[in-house]
């Protein structure tokens, strides 16, 4: 259960919104859209002073009860904070401008060397044989250097027991990049992609397809946390963890078959990863047996309802897990999915370090 909790709490840190409608004498509506004209997703708007508010829907637009005297807030990360008056108008428009002093230059390293324009701050990228660890460190003593040189460690291991260890003895935040168990950075970026297309999480139906990995783990865990039923259609023997799935019965809309069909029958996202995970490459053509058939496929999309969404956390072997043609009918999707892993990562930043 302990390490339920941990995604749990990842999840709820970032996507928890705060929505409390009350009676007021003006409906409010509008939109909040950047300098280019693009809607901005997401974005909180509420009444200055209280604690009431909304978030933006897929089209940037707002709706919310006010005084008509009332003074508007409008925050979305990387942009700059707005400030409206109502002055009893009930249609309002806003821009929001670029925050260029939230923005600076840092270096991330994750499988090679890219430059990003991003949050204030410095990344040092360090692998094992850079550590004591991989001479034989025990966790503990690492996490106790670390934590007078860092103010946080994002790691990415395959053993859950290592993260833990670092967590349990180190003195600042550590955020769980992905072990062999979960993958919740990764879910934070999907469940944000699911709203943007959606509009909402709760009462929707996830149904994920393939190998029952981290990346299904930390789905269940998200899915049921935000409201949403979720489905599982994986080959006996490669079911996802047991603990997480008997917590997920205990808690939410939660069912798992190798009957790919009748785990997406009316399915609002479809979501596959590859057959065999980092690690596992030994694996590979044994798993394309034991998967063949598991794939996202039209016959699979015919099921599902007719506006289903589909996902993939990359990279997709395609022909494999999902189909040529499914990846490009929604890569519009998919590729969000990929660029909100950045603005996800940026928000756990923020709430771990800031």
Known sequence: MLMVRKIVLS??????????????NLQVTGTVKDAAGKAVVGAAVFVEGTTVGTTTGVDGSFKLSVPVDANLYVSFMGYEDAKV?????????????????????VVVQTFGEVKKKDLTGSITAVSSKDLQIGRGEPVQDTARVLSRYLDGIMIRTFDQAEVEGLAEFGSIPVINGLT??????QVLAD???????????????????GDGNNMTNSLIVGGIKMGMSVSIGCPDGYKPDAEIMKWAAENGDFTCTPDILEAAKDADVLYTDVWASMGQEAEAEERKKIFAGYQINSDVMAVAHADAMVMHCLPAHRGEEITDEVIEAHANEIFDEAENRLHAQKAVLVKCLA
């Open 85 to 105: 008056a109502v002055n009893g108008k009930s249609v309002i428009n806003v821009i929001l401008k670029d925050d260029y002093q939230a923005i600076d230059e």
């Open 180 to 185: 062999d168990f979960c993958h919740p950075c």
């Open 191 to 209: 469940l944000m992609t699911i709203r943007e297309h959606k509009g909402v999480l709760k009462g929707k139906k996830l149904c994920y397809i």
């Open 11 to 24: 999840i709820i840190a970032v996507l928890t919104v705060c929505s409390v409608a009350f009676a007021q």
